[in-house]
């Protein structure tokens, strides 16, 4: 079997498609778009385009699109927009789960004198609506709360939360990279005003991505320098990552709906049959609304770190928790927030899945996992232990 990939929610294949949309912005047109000669001439209209194919993905208008180096830059320009438009308030809100991008912004604010609430979640993940009203103030300058969990999936009920801060006037940003693109969304019906995707997480290149700003949303450059994105965002533009960022939205469009069946067809299948054949495994969040592409399945009394390291004997690529924390053998700040056991948060391993995935792939993984796991449990003193009590 060659290499199946279940780690999409890390980073994704870039589709064939981007790179070859990209490569002439290397090679051919490389100029500069702020250059008066032809060089650079036409590159104005290439990003125009690009801009506008990002914008349609998200029912926003190009002008409300800002191209940025990815996710982390798009979150922390968001929120130092927000807290620039209003420097008199002094509160900010967010989730117990964010992804570190956020999570660890917000922890620094909190060091430089903001009054920082993280919004717990129950055991499914999910946040309590009343907890949240209840922690809004006239001194909350910003929320931020993501619209899917890199790690489980769980996606947060952003259009009840827009609504309720729009209402209040407190600005909304929500951290949607792992929701464009696996999930429809449509800012006309929403009342979200900052919101952050990268283009890694849906088959476009590393390094690039946007932050929409709804139109009349206060905004504050993060980075000051040259004039380019009509003074926004200095830096000369990633032409060619743009590109290929607006390829990228532009395929993403088309393939919601395969997300939505086939793929979310797979990822049940997985699920069920790992269930079923692995005694004692269990689903993060599993009675929580969920992304169709990913489930964190706990097994257990097993480490997830050598479940890995089996599984990539297989070919077999998944992630133990969010792969930018896999570096530390602590339970995710998310599976520990959601209140799941320390023995079954060790053993928890995200499969996420992408349009390219195969249900021959998934029937290879049903097959290699079972074993993995009772191999794992014959060396583990826990399982040992917790078999002998019953
Ligand atoms: N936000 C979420 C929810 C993510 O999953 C990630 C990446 O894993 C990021 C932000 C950071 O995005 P980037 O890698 O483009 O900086």
Same mark, same amino acid.
């Given at each position: 079997m060659k290499n199946v990939y279940l780690d999409n929610n890390a980073t994704t294949r870039v589709a064939p498609e981007v790179v070859e949309a990209m490569l002439p912005y290397f090679s051919d047109f490389y100029g500069n778009p702020s250059s008066m000669h032809s060089f650079g001439g036409n590159l104005g209209l290439k990003v125009r385009e690009a801009r506008a194919r990002i914008a349609a993905l998200l029912g926003a208008q190009p002008e409300e699109i800002l191209l940025t180096s990815g996710g982390t830059e798009s979150d922390a320009t968001a929120i130092?927009?927000?807290?620039?438009?209003?420097?008199?308030? &002094?509160?900010?809100?967010?989730?117990?789960?964010?992804?570190?991008?956020?999570? /660890?912004?917000?922890?620094?604010?909190?060091? /430089?004198?903001?009054?920082?609430?993280?919004?717990?979640?129950?055991?499914?993940? $999910?946040?309590?609506?009343?907890? +949240?009203?209840?922690?809004? @103030?006239?001194?909350?300058?910003?929320? @931020?709360?993501?619209?899917?969990? /890199?790690?489980?999936?769980?996606?947060? !009920?952003?259009?009840?939360?827009?609504?309720?801060? %729009?209402? &209040?006037?407190?600005?909304?940003?929500?951290?949607?990279v792992q929701a464009v693109g696996k999930i429809p969304i449509d800012l006309t019906r929403?009342?979200?005003?900052?919101?952050?995707? @990268?283009?890694? %997480?849906?088959?476009?290149? %590393? #390094?690039? #991505?946007?932050?929409y700003i709804r139109k009349g949303t206060k905004f504050k450059p993060f980075m000051v320098g040259g004039h380019q994105e009509h003074g926004r965002r200095a830096g000369t533009e990633n032409v060619p990552?743009?590109?290929?960022? #607006?390829?990228?939205?532009?395929?993403?469009?088309?393939?919601? /709906? =395969?997300? =939505?069946?086939r793929v979310r067809g797979l990822r049940d299948r997985l699920e069920n049959a790992l269930l079923e054949a692995v005694p004692q495994s269990m689903i993060n969040g599993e009675r929580a609304n969920r992304l169709p592409n990913t489930t964190s399945i706990? +097994?257990?009394?097993?480490?997830?770190?050598?479940?890995?390291?089996?599984?990539?004997?297989h070919g077999i690529a998944a992630s133990s928790g969010s792969a930018c924390t896999s570096g530390s053998l602590e339970p995710s700040h998310v599976l520990r927030a959601m209140g799941i056991p320390f023995t079954a948060a060790h053993g928890s391993i995200r499969f996420s899945l992408s349009h390219y995935t195969?249900?021959?792939?998934?029937?290879?993984?049903?097959?290699?996992?079972? !074993?993995?796991?009772? $191999?794992? &449990?014959?060396? @583990? !003193?826990?399982?040992?232990?917790?078999?002998q009590s019953g």
């Amino acid at each position: 079997m060659k290499n199946v990939y279940l780690d999409n929610n890390a980073t994704t294949r870039v589709a064939p498609e981007v790179v070859e949309a990209m490569l002439p912005y290397f090679s051919d047109f490389y100029g500069n778009p702020s250059s008066m000669h032809s060089f650079g001439g036409n590159l104005g209209l290439k990003v125009r385009e690009a801009r506008a194919r990002i914008a349609a993905l998200l029912g926003a208008q190009p002008e409300e699109i800002l191209l940025t180096s990815g996710g982390t830059e798009s979150d922390a320009t968001a929120i130092h927009a927000a807290l620039a438009a209003y420097p008199h308030k &002094r509160h900010i809100v967010t989730t117990r789960v964010e992804h570190p991008a956020i999570k /660890n912004l917000f922890e620094q604010y909190g060091k /430089n004198g903001y009054r920082v609430t993280f919004i717990p979640v129950d055991c499914e993940g $999910r946040i309590d609506l009343d907890e +949240f009203r209840a922690s809004l @103030s006239e001194d909350t300058a910003v929320v @931020s709360m993501m619209w899917a969990n /890199n790690e489980t999936g769980v996606l947060f !009920p952003v259009d009840e939360v827009a609504a309720e801060l %729009k209402a &209040r006037g407190i600005v909304f940003h929500t951290d949607a990279v792992q929701a464009v693109g696996k999930i429809p969304i449509d800012l006309t019906r929403t009342d979200v005003d900052l919101l952050s995707l @990268s283009g890694h %997480k849906l088959h476009g290149p %590393k #390094g690039i #991505g946007a932050l929409y700003i709804r139109k009349g949303t206060k905004f504050k450059p993060f980075m000051v320098g040259g004039h380019q994105e009509h003074g926004r965002r200095a830096g000369t533009e990633n032409v060619p990552g743009i590109i290929g960022l #607006g390829k990228a939205c532009e395929l993403a469009a088309g393939k919601l /709906n =395969d997300i =939505d069946t086939r793929v979310r067809g797979l990822r049940d299948r997985l699920e069920n049959a790992l269930l079923e054949a692995v005694p004692q495994s269990m689903i993060n969040g599993e009675r929580a609304n969920r992304l169709p592409n990913t489930t964190s399945i706990a +097994f257990e009394y097993v480490e997830g770190e050598a479940i890995l390291l089996m599984m990539n004997e297989h070919g077999i690529a998944a992630s133990s928790g969010s792969a930018c924390t896999s570096g530390s053998l602590e339970p995710s700040h998310v599976l520990r927030a959601m209140g799941i056991p320390f023995t079954a948060a060790h053993g928890s391993i995200r499969f996420s899945l992408s349009h390219y995935t195969t249900a021959e792939e998934i029937e290879f993984v049903i097959e290699k996992m079972p !074993p993995i796991i009772a $191999r794992l &449990r014959q060396m @583990s !003193p826990f399982w040992q232990k917790a078999a002998q009590s019953g």
